[in-house]
């Protein structure tokens, strides 16, 4: 089992930036991706972006260029800058994380943003 506590979600104005972390605990030492979904109302979750354990990442057309993901493995963490933010960001963003068991998911952080 792995328990994911995400952080750092609110309101921001478009053009404005915000932080996403979560932290992993649990069985973390079988932890291989670390990523970011979204969804919004009626629709189905997405992939933001995700990150493997060396380092390589993949981002959703949407948000390249304008989002970064960062992992430290030391400390079971994954971040997820969010700069030139958008209106139609605003989601709900959920971490996840793919193990040798199976796929684990926070209980997500609303991102809103609006003027």
């Known amino acids: 089992q792995v328990q994911l506590v995400e952080s750092g979600g609110g309101l921001v104005q478009p053009g404005g930036s915000l932080r996403l972390s979560c932290v992993a605990s649990?069985?973390?030492?079988?932890?291989?991706?670390m990523g970011w979904y979204r969804q919004t109302p009626g629709e189905q979750r997405e992939l933001v972006t995700n990150?493997?354990?060396?380092?390589?990442?993949n981002y959703a057309d949407s948000v390249k260029g304008r989002f970064t993901i960062s992992r430290d493995n030391a400390k079971n963490t994954v971040h997820l800058q969010m700069n030139s933010l958008k209106p139609e960001d605003t989601a709900v963003y959920y971490c996840?994380?793919?193990?040798?068991?199976?796929?684990?998911w926070g209980q997500g952080t609303q991102v809103t943003v609006s003027s």
């Open positions: 996840s994380v793919y193990t040798n068991y199976g796929q684990y």
């Open positions: 649990g069985s973390i030492f079988s932890i291989r991706t």
């Open positions: 990150i493997t354990r060396g380092g390589n990442a």
